[in-house]
């Protein structure tokens, strides 16, 4: 039980810091998406995208192969230096070729007017992916609040480096620009543009590698090849299934400037607009990523307690999930008219992805809700069959869709095609399920609640008041807290059911006096 215990309160430390590192980067959509043209921010949305991949091919799974050893050597030191000496020497390697390659490099990232840009957020990655097995060592030794106040600090730094380059970097250089002259004048000042976020994340990145120098000192730094060849063996499905799983993720960003190569800018303007608009429905994925962080330690903990029900605990989580995930679409689709000013008015033509990608993103949590059948029957094998699945199914999702579509709408396929993608392997995850691990999941009653939501989310848009807007917001508001009450009526929530069924005429048999 203290075992158990210790793992949620870590759970819960690591949790709670991604989450409001995320939170926190995403404040900065409207400060970019408000400043730069769309086409501007679409180089960003790209580089991110492509970055998210290139840190797991620099990673490739030394940091869950380190977890495994060291768990396993009676040295764990060893495994740290193994790990640490090769990870710094395939990091290194890869700074020294982007800068002898630099120039063929961002041709072939069709950027080859912004190679300063490709050069930084490689050396960023790079050190990234060196400084993600210090943090996998302070997992290790339990060290939840060095790590989650390092990685604070890092997104602390990044943000206080955006504010001062983006917003009091160029009023000073008009109140007095000899104070910051001496390094804002020679990489070209206001005209470097979207360059000073990338130079923001160079010197965070920076920061946080500092940071973790004392958490990098062993008491002999070699490097064993022998256990590096049983890690690497070990680890290359993990490395096969980061690649899919993020090209998925990153699939829209990507591929557009290489469908339209006859028009990059307007390649880049559909990028900006496809990767702000998704940041609105960023907080489905929020929701999903904290209840990720939860949800691991819960099913594995039931699995292993003997005699208990843990099926209907699996239930009532997916369950719960999707009426949560529900009444999130919901509200951000009912409140859209306020939050769309989360970014600017430039980009609001965007905005019809975001129904889309929020729906796939409920459809990406069921999916990892049904993954428990193949973690608790040891048949993980499958995690890499259907992140495989769902690449193949973004890619050709992408490749169909957004050239279909054309200039300018493309991107809404890329948000079709991640629908398209999670949905499907949701529905294979299911099947196979059934299979291997049935769980009789409450699938009419969550279908209906589906049902329900989709009604309500008709009806709300219908009731469109243009000219009393109040009006509007009164009546979703209406809508929204008649799905909490259907909701709480059917799931016998304490004091809203009860209260429900006095208002409704419904006398329990159980409660009536003779």
Known sequence: MAGIKSLVKDTAVYGLSSIIGRFLNWGLVPLYTYLFSEADYGIVSYLYAITAVAIVVLNYGMETGFFRYASREEDYEKVYSTSLVTLATTSLLFIALLSLFLKPISSALTLPHHADFVWMMGFTVAIDAFTNLPFAYLRFRHKAWTFAGIKLANIGVNIGLNLFFLLACPRINEIYPRLISWFYDPLGGASFGVGWIFLANVISTLV?????????????????????????????????????????????????????????????????????????????????????????????????????????????????????????????????????????????????????????????????????????????????????????????????????IGMPDGYIGSAWAALISYAG??????????????????????????????????????????????????????????????????????????RLRKALGVIDKKTRKP
Not at 348 to 374: H, K, Q, T
Not at 433 to 445: A, F, S, V
Not at 461 to 473: D, K, L, N
């Open 208 to 404: 946080v590698l500092v940071c973790l120098i004392p958490h990098m000192t062993v008491r002999h730094l070699v490097c064993d090849f022998s256990l590096l060849k049983k890690m690497l063996n070990y680890s290359w499905p993990l490395l096969v299934l980061g690649v899919a799983g993020n090209l998925s993720q990153g699939m829209g960003q990507i591929i557009i400037p290489y469908l339209f190569p006859d028009d990059p800018e307007g390649a880049r303007t559909m990028v900006g607009l496809y990767g702000a608009n998704i940041k609105i429905a960023v907080v489905m994925m929020m929701f999903t990523q904290a209840f990720r962080y939860a949800y691991e330690p819960f099913i594995f903990s039931k699995a292993a307690r003997e005699g208990e029900d843990k099926t209907q605990a699996y239930c009532d989580a997916m369950k719960y999930f999707v009426i949560f995930g529900l009444a999130i679409f919901l509200g951000v689709m009912y409140f859209l008219p306020v939050l769309k000013y989360f970014i600017s008015p430039a980009y609001w033509e965007g905005l019809r992805v975001v129904p889309i990608m929020m729906i796939a993103d409920i459809c990406f949590g069921v999916y990892f809700n049904l993954s428990l059948w193949y973690k608790l029957t040891d048949r993980t094998r499958w995690g890499m069959y259907l992140s495989l699945l769902g690449f193949v199914l973004m890619l050709a999702g992408n490749l169909i869709l957004v050239p279909a």
């Open 425 to 498: 392997i949701m529905t294979v995850s299911y099947i196979a399920g059934k299979k291997y691990y049935p769980i009789p999941y409450e699938t009419k009653r969550i279908g209906l609640y589906a049902l329900l939501a989709a009604a309500l989310w008709g009806i709300g848009s219908a009731c469109m008041f243009p000219y009393a807007m109040w009006g509007t917001y009164i009546v979703r508001i209406l809508l929204f807290v008649m799905y909490i009450l259907v909701v709480a009526y059917y799931e016998n929530v304490p004091v809203l059911s009860s």
